[in-house]
């Protein structure tokens, strides 16, 4: 058998380039890799803490995959399914619940982190506490072995070895893997206001963004702060628009504009012109793409409806040797 690839969003919406460049290149990039493939849309884990928010759920499904076939994503090579249609993620989530020590959940790093972010009204629910059970399931499901995420997803990672660990133990029987985190180098991406690029700061470039839009965003967008006119040096590497030029544009032209910056050869106005050339010039076609299948969305729900059949099919074999395990090859259900 293969060793297989998993990872999985929650349906926020359309991407930005963060999401583009940061983590979904890195899904791409793994097609050429020997390797069984499934991306999944986390739509479960939308409602962990945003439950009042679960009617945006369905168009948000289709924009964001919308987003990934169009940059590349491609059902004849990746599963590509939604959770909430893969019922036994849910049934290995609830056994897992069994032998999970609470103790464990309320230490993992990121549940203080979000209940000081988001306030006790959406965190305080019992599914919330849960998630690293569901996202666990998620994984181990698949016996996936490597897991393309971000850093922020590193102890959610290491929480899913532990319970395998657990689990494994507590049956007497290595049903699951040990899945690792696959962190590639991920380029630096800010947004508009020189933060990081996000949603949540309204400061984000979409790939649904029309070529005007785009160009009209780059135009206000921050530059280095030391250049104040034309003539003050700046330093590129520290500039939302060159960390762009680094995806868009190519390497000889950015060694020019890196050393243009820091002598004041160019000014941010014709630094900006190019980049907008060159990120329109990548994006039209996929952009085009895009438009194509929001035409026809019955397409990518034929796709998903697809993909979580095939993916149903290996998380039916998993869930079969978990309940074996548990109850014995005499049990019932
Ligand atoms: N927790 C991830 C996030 O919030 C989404 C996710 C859910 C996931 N299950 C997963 C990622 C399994 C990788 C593997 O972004």
Redesign the pocket.
């Given at each position: 058998m293969k060793d297989r690839v998993?990872?999985?969003?929650?349906p926020t919406g359309k991407l930005h380039l963060g999401n583009l460049y940061g983590a979904l290149d890195n899904w791409i990039k793994l097609q050429d890799k020997d390797y069984e493939r499934f991306y999944f849309v986390?739509d479960w884990?939308a409602l962990t803490t945003g439950f009042n928010e679960s009617k945006d759920i369905p168009d948000n499904t289709i924009e964001m995959v919308a987003d990934w076939l169009s940059f590349g994503l491609d059902p004849d090579k990746d599963t590509i399914f939604v959770q909430s249609l893969v019922k036994e993620h849910a049934e290995l989530f609830l056994l897992l619940s069994m032998v999970t020590p609470v103790g464990w959940l309320e230490r993992v790093p990121s549940y203080k982190d979000q209940i000081a972010q988001l306030g006790k009204s959406k965190t305080s629910n019992y599914g919330f506490l849960g998630y690293p059970v569901?996202?666990a399931a998620?994984?181990i499901i698949y016996k996936a072995a490597h897991?393309p995420?971000g850093i922020d997803?590193v102890a959610?990672l290491e929480f899913t070895r532990e319970l395998v660990r657990h689990f494994n133990a507590s049956v007497n029987k290595d049903v699951f893997v040990e899945p690792k985190p696959l962190l590639t180098e991920v380029p630096k991406i800010l947004g508009l206001d020189g933060r990081k690029m996000s949603k949540s700061y309204d400061n984000a470039i979409y790939l649904s963004d029309t070529e005007e839009e785009t160009n009209k965003k780059l135009r206000t967008m921050f530059t280095d702060p030391r250049r104040k006119r034309k003539t003050d040096p700046g330093v590129a590497e520290e500039c939302g628009i060159f960390m762009l030029h680094k995806i868009f544009t190519e390497k000889e032209k950015q060694q020019e504009i890196k050393s243009a910056c820091a002598n004041a050869e160019i000014g941010c106005v014709e630094c900006k012109k190019l980049l907008s050339e060159n990120l329109n010039s990548t994006l039209a076609p996929i952009r085009q793409k895009r438009a194509e299948l929001l035409k026809s969305k019955d397409t990518i729900k034929d796709i998903l409806t697809d993909g979580s059949l095939k993916a149903q099919e290996a998380a039916k074999n998993t869930l079969n040797e978990v309940k074996d395990a548990i109850f014995s090859t005499k049990r019932i259900g």
């Open positions: 998993l990872s999985g969003m929650r986390a884990h569901l996202m998620d994984i897991i995420v997803q959610h």
